[in-house]
């Protein structure tokens, strides 16, 4: 009888062993199906004539976008993104820390950035200060002057970053746009999105806005503890601290500065005041609804240029880099 049952075991572990890599041959192969018929329908729908179609209509729009998109990495690169330093651990590199304690269970878990210039050590006090008060901790612990040519210095910072954030919203604004015309069916959209892209001729850079952090960190004397109040510098940011700034010249001149400070809110009062048009070449957004225009200082602020109404003017992404690469030409 244990003979026969054994037997019938073994043919029942036999029958599932078949059955499962049926199962298992059954859904490769309806995996493989859907892949197969996946591609045909992606290669279909680039050689359809609708798509074809839309790709002579739009291949315009497509070669703006991607000249914005080279502006946008030129000012990337070319854009310094940063103020002031602090001055802890400027000179660590030259010794080599070990905690040694016997008695230091589970200790170093928090290490400090004693070599990062845009970390500040310092006692938890200062971290908690300076989450209560970022600007003044900001200005007094990484050297932030104030005076005309640091509020220069953070206008300048204010004006590029602008410029690359601008540039940036235009460009996904134009993408989407892109998209939209094109109207693919959603597997593409999922599946093929690169392949997309790609047929289309849009360039997808990863560019990104580069807002600098400045960081006050405490770490206890074992690592065993850690706080850290981190100032980041983006366009509000940014705006209040050339307030902060221009308020502590203004007091210690007791007179009112006579220019007017380069914040997000002024440069969009230049743009409304030129009725949102490039006064080189005359084109406004009602003639290009995605046009990318930018603030302009007539005579740069290097050679004497005031950030005041009448040296200021709007101009569009092209007349702006044109400008600017005569400039430093000459």
């Not at 026969?4 to 078949?18: D, E, F, Q, R």
């Not at 359809?48 to 080279?70: D, M, P, R």
């Not at 901790?137 to 002057?145: A, N, P």
């Not at 693919?184 to 850079?205: D, W």
Request: proline fraction near 2%.
């Amino acid at each position: 009888m244990q003979f026969v049952l054994g037997l019938l075991a073994i043919a029942v572990m036999l029958w599932l062993a078949v059955t499962f890599w049926y199962i298992a041959v059954a859904i490769l192969a309806i995996w493989i199906t859907v892949r197969v018929v996946r591609h045909v329908r992606m290669k279909r729908y680039f050689a359809g004539e609708v798509f074809q179609t839309h790709l002579k209509e739009l291949s315009s729009v497509v070669t703006e976008h991607n000249e914005i998109a080279a502006y946008a990495a030129e000012i990337r690169a070319g854009g310094q993104f940063g103020l002031g330093t602090s001055g802890t651990g400027s000179q660590s590199d030259l010794a080599i820390f070990e905690n040694t304690s016997r008695h230091g269970y589970r200790r170093d878990r928090n290490v400090a950035h004693y070599q990062a210039v845009n970390v500040h050590n310092c006692s938890l006090q200062v971290v908690r200060n300076a989450s209560a008060d970022p600007l003044k901790y900001l200005i007094k612990y990484f050297r932030v002057e104030a005076t005309d040519e640091g509020l220069t210095q953070v206008e300048k910072l204010g004006e590029t970053m602008s410029r690359l954030g601008n540039a940036v919203d235009n460009l996904k604004t134009r993408e989407a746009d892109i998209t939209g015309e094109f109207n693919p069916p959603k597997f593409i959209l999922k599946h093929y999105s690169k392949q997309f892209t790609e047929r289309v001729g849009v360039q997808l850079s990863p560019i990104t806005v580069p807002h600098p952090e400045y960081v006050f960190e405490y770490v206890s004397a074992g690592g065993n503890s850690s706080q850290r109040t981190t100032v980041k510098l983006d366009t509000r940011t940014i705006d209040r601290l050339i307030e902060e700034l221009s308020g502590r010249i203004r007091r210690r001149r007791s007179a009112a500065g006579q220019r007017a400070l380069m914040t997000a809110r002024f440069r969009e009062e230049i743009k409304r005041r030129d009725a949102y048009t490039c006064q080189y070449c005359a084109v406004s957004l009602d003639d290009e609804p995605h046009l990318l225009l930018e603030v302009d200082h007539i005579v740069p602020v290097s050679r004497g240029g005031m950030s005041t109404e009448e040296n200021l003017q709007t101009l569009c992404w092209r007349c702006n880099r044109t400008k600017s690469n005569k400039m430093v030409g000459a």
